[in-house]
């Protein structure tokens, strides 16, 4: 079975800093997706970055990168200049693929202070 | 804008009586889930469908089931809520394939 972990229940970062968060995933499988969601309080969830397992190239989307680091199962989220709009849980996911469903982490807290 | 819709936002129903949550998608995604999150937690899988075809987890109570009479609607029942039902309740919806989920805006629950 596959498992997510994200180690860090709760952050908090300076508006305009840096931010990381951590996340590790078990699994057999050669071939997957990696997801980050964020969820803003009282809000929608939504897909921030996606990564493919196959492909080297970290993921990026605007001020979102990732760190994905296939053979230690690590895949870190990298917030730059972070606002405050960014303050959310945000969340680990793991995909197989086809239509398997997503496979969540427990989530951190982030919070950005003024 | 195509998008997933949860209906109602909140919902407060009484412990026992029966209580259905609606979600409709304008994505035409064949792919369509139920997740239960509690505070602070993950989502939980309950059931997911493929087209038609029904995927029930293992761990989701007999008290709980769905439907889903055409691509665009699915639907949460829960046949006789009890406090420990309270929660966000969240439909997502994806063209499989290692694609991302696009997810609706919960409907919260309370069992009073």
């Known amino acids: 079975a596959q498992t997510v972990t994200q180690s860090q229940p709760e952050m908090s970062v300076q508006e305009a800093e840096t931010v990381t968060l951590s996340c590790t995933y078990d699994t057999s499988e050669s071939n997957y997706y990696l997801f980050w969601y964020k969820q803003p309080p009282s809000r929608q969830m939504i897909l921030v970055i996606r990564q493919e397992a196959y492909k080297q190239q970290n993921a990026t989307e605007n001020r979102f990168s990732v760190n994905f680091q296939k053979a230690a199962k690590s895949f870190s989220l990298k917030i730059s200049d972070s606002q405050l709009g960014d303050t959310a849980m945000y969340f680990c996911a793991f995909m197989i693929g086809g239509n398997t469903p997503l496979v969540f982490g427990k989530g951190t807290r982030l919070s950005v202070i003024a | 804008d195509a998008m997933v819709i949860q209906n109602p936002r909140y919902q407060v129903t009484q412990f026992g009586k029966p209580v259905t949550l609606s979600c409709s998608q304008t994505?035409?995604?064949?792919?369509m889930y139920w997740y239960q999150q509690k505070s602070s937690q993950a989502p939980k899988l309950l059931f997911h469908y493929y087209d038609k075809d029904f995927n029930n987890e293992a761990d989701t109570p007999d008290n709980f089931q769905s439907r889903r009479p055409n691509t665009s609607f699915c639907f949460l029942d829960i046949r006789s809520p009890g406090l420990g039902d309270a929660a966000m309740y969240l439909c997502a919806t994806s063209r499989g394939g290692g694609r991302g989920y696009t997810f609706g805006s919960g409907t919260r629950l309370t069992v009073v």
């Open positions: 994505l035409n995604h064949n792919v």
